[in-house]
Structure formats: C-alpha cells, structure tokens
C-alpha cells in the first residue's frame, strides 16, 4: 500500500524559507513524484515535480528560482525547498506519486500547512 507522508509545514514571514518533506513507502521503483498545493478558494496546482530516475525537474513560472524539488533515492524521501516565499504562496501543500512517465497524480498525501504572512 502506497503512503505519501508530509511534514515540514508551517508558519513564515515573507522573503523566508522553508523545506518541505515526504516520505514515501510501499514501492520501491523509481517513479515520478511532484508538491501540488491547494491556496484557499482555487483549485490544486502543482508546483514541482521530478523524475526520480532521470533526475529532470519541471517548475511553473510562478516557483521557478524560488522552489527546488529533490529526491533522496535511498530514503525514497521527496522534499521542496521553498525560498523568497510570498504571502500567495500560502497553501497546502501535498506530495503526490505521479503515473509512470506522467506528471498526473496517482497518489496523494495528506497535506501540510504553509501560511506565508
């Protein structure tokens, strides 16, 4: 059973920073993984996703040079490192295992709170 688990949340000035992290279990080849958020009253974006295999990472325009997603393959541990943060940036933040070779959601996990303000 696949389990996505987000920690790291919380609250942050604007301009600050924070890292964001999930762990991963109950699989374990390398598969597409991405941070969705959810601000209040809009729907889900996603904000980053990299190909755990390959390494490549994709980035809207609004988080790119202020967001960096990374993966620690022997932790099966997935992070987002969230510099110069902005109060629209406020959101909640899920971890998301995509569908091989997709960016498309499979599973999500919970959430974690970041409130820029």
């Known amino acids: 059973q696949v389990q996505l688990v987000e920690s790291g949340g919380g609250l942050v000035q604007p301009g600050g920073s924070l890292t964001l992290s999930c762990t991963a279990s109950g699989y374990t080849l390398p598969m597409p993984m991405a941070w969705f958020r959810r601000a209040p009253g809009q729907t889900r974006e996603g904000v980053a996703a990299i190909d755990t295999g390959a390494g490549s990472t994709l980035y809207p325009d609004s988080v790119e040079g202020r967001f960096t997603i990374s993966h620690d393959n022997a932790k099966n541990a997935l992070y987002l490192q969230m510099n110069s943060l902005k109060p629209e940036d406020t959101a909640v933040y899920y971890c998301?295992?995509?569908?091989?070779?997709?960016?498309?959601?499979?599973?999500w996990g919970q959430g974690t709170q970041v409130t820029v303000s």
């Open positions: 998301v295992r995509a569908f091989v070779r997709t960016v498309i959601p499979e599973y």
